[in-house]
């Protein structure tokens, strides 16, 4: 079992900048692909960003490159989100996932996450 917890949302204006932490307890041990999804209301949700603990591997959805950056402090089994730039469009419930099978096949399907924390909510005002 792995929880997650969320912190770092907020609200800010657009072009505003906020980080986001995703701190791991329970069985951190072995590789896994961490991940950071949102959610807008009435959308479903989507992969924003995902870091492979066990190498410097990282990609993002093409609407955050160059504005998001995934990172990870593994003495503290904590992963950030530094968004940068934001828009309206970044809006919504951000989560921390979990996914233990060792595969870049669907990085961005929820379904094939195993451990989800409870998210914070970023809202970016015009």
């Known amino acids: 079992q792995v929880q997650l917890v969320e912190s770092g949302g907020g609200s800010v204006q657009t072009g505003g900048s906020l980080r986001l932490s995703c701190a791991a307890s329970g069985n951190t041990y072995g590789s896994k692909f961490i991940a950071w999804f949102r959610q807008a209301p009435g959308k479903e949700r989507e992969g924003v960003a995902v870091?492979?603990?066990?190498?410097?591997?990282?990609d993002y959805t093409n609407s955050v490159k160059g504005r998001f950056t995934i990172s990870r402090d593994s003495a503290k089994n904590t992963v950030y989100l530094q968004m940068n730039n934001l828009t309206p469009d970044d809006t919504g419930m951000y989560y921390c996932?979990?996914?233990?099978?060792?595969?870049?096949?669907?990085?961005?399907?929820?379904?094939?996450?195993?451990?989800w924390g409870q998210g914070t909510q970023v809202t970016v005002s015009s």
């Open positions: 870091i492979y603990t066990s190498s410097s591997y990282t």
């Open positions: 996932a979990v996914k233990e099978a060792l595969t870049y096949v669907n990085l961005w399907s929820p379904g094939t996450y195993n451990y």
